[in-house]
């Protein structure tokens, strides 16, 4: 049980310490794959919007909110990204 509250505990502490997200560059090295040189990997592969993923070319600079890591654990705030995909897929209609 201990362990099932940790992961929560850890998001709610990263929120204390760094309330406000700094935007992260991080480049695609493949669809839905990001890599920056300071920050953990974002592994978007296996997400609702692969279609979204696939219109951009790898090699691309997606920024991304992150909140700085507090305890080896950063925090993305992926709310823009589902803002920018919805209007992806609205406009495909």
């Given at each position: 049980m201990?362990?099932a509250?940790?992961?929560?505990?850890?998001?709610r502490?990263t929120l204390i310490?760094s309330p406000?997200p700094?935007p992260?560059?991080?480049k695609?090295t493949e669809?839905?794959?990001f890599?920056h040189?300071?920050?953990?990997a974002?592994d978007q592969?296996s997400?609702?919007?692969?279609e979204?993923?696939?219109?951009?070319?790898?090699?691309?600079?997606?920024?991304f909110?992150?909140?700085?890591?507090?305890?080896?654990?950063?925090l993305?705030?992926?709310?823009?990204?589902?803002?920018?995909s919805?209007?992806?897929y609205?406009?495909?209609?």
């Amino acid at each position: 049980m201990a362990v099932a509250a940790t992961y929560p505990g850890i998001q709610r502490y990263t929120l204390i310490v760094s309330p406000e997200p700094a935007p992260v560059a991080y480049k695609m090295t493949e669809t839905a794959h990001f890599e920056h040189s300071s920050y953990p990997a974002i592994d978007q592969r296996s997400s609702n919007i692969e279609e979204y993923w696939q219109s951009l070319e790898p090699g691309t600079d997606v920024v991304f909110p992150v909140h700085k890591p507090a305890l080896g654990f950063a925090l993305v705030d992926m709310s823009p990204v589902y803002e920018k995909s919805r209007a992806f897929y609205r406009a495909r209609k």
